[in-house]
């Protein structure tokens, strides 16, 4: 019986030596990167973004494939990358759809089914309307919605949406009835500035990049951003919600992921890398040329954020109705 334990330990110990080796070389080949969407999107954007900071700074030494999977809302790249489970050799690009898509019940797939490595970059959503709106404030529309519901349209990109919970978050801290705020969804932010500017929908919202032209140009105005505190620059002006006293902030941000089962020292090395990346000058050179600003948060703080963001959609989501998935 003695015996019998000392081979077990030694079987274990010789386990354990091979995996600690096998990880030191790590990565020892070529990378896999899975991207949630098609070529030319944002995630894809991101992704080459990522695998050309990383060649740049040679944080990097192996070689890293872009691998697109679009469609169903990334729930195809979901699932595959949750089919590899323990390979590190596997990156994943998503959105906070990996979370919200397992909210209205399109995939029983959610972040705890990957692994959070880092969240790395982030847009603003803003509220927009015309220049020559009379709504001259954020708070002079929430009075307005508050004091009659019907008297005010949102227009959004999508729902659900970061756009749509940039209408229903301030106005819940408003002491507004979500159920009651009227958002009509257009197909993309392009169409959703059009139709603003041709008077079809008083405010709306979506990505401060969208509009960026149209606000330089007089034609529009940014009544709210949904940022922590003042941006950076030409931007700083712009109020954002808790510049109003608002407790709202909402990051559309895009983070890497890894298939389920990673080794603690996996985790711990993109910490190490995705953390020197973003303090380095290609990616800052990056940040300002696509208009995206630093989001940086390490895996276990990433975890962390999403566990809390699921929270807060998943309550509004249910109050409309819409968050069939926990309903299965």
Known sequence: ??????????????????????????????????????????????GRAIEAALRDTKLLTQNMVIKNVGGAGG?????????????????YIESNRVYVNRIVGTTALTHNDVTPLGRLTTEYV????????????????????????????????????????????????????PKKVKIVPFKSGGDLAMQMLGGHVPVISTGLSEVTEQVKAGKARVLAVSSGEALPGELTKLPTWKSMGIDVVIRHWRGVFAPPGMAPEVVAYWDKTLSAMVKSESWKKTLAQQGWF???????????????????????LNDLGMAKGLRK
């Open 294 to 316: 630093d989001a940086y948060a390490d895996a276990a703080t990433f975890r962390r954020d999403l566990d809390a963001e699921e929270k807060v959609y998943a309550q509004i």
């Open 126 to 177: 803003a509220w927009v309307t015309r220049a020559d709106s009379p709504f001259k404030t954020a708070k002079d529309v929430l009075d307005k919605v508050k004091q009659d519901p019907e008297s005010v349209v949102f227009g959004v990109g999508t729902v659900p949406s970061n756009d749509q919970m940039n209408i229903l978050r301030p106005a819940m801290a408003y002491g507004i009835d």
């Open 75 to 91: 729930n195809i790249a979901r699932t595959q990358v949750n089919q590899k489970k323990g390979d590190a050799h596997v990156l």
């Open 1 to 46: 019986m003695k015996l019998k334990s000392q081979l077990s330990y030694l079987m274990m110990a010789t386990f354990a030596l091979f995996a600690a080796a096998s990880l030191a070389a790590y990565p020892d080949k070529p990378l896999e990167m899975v991207v949630a969407g098609n070529p030319g999107g944002g995630l894809d954007v991101t």
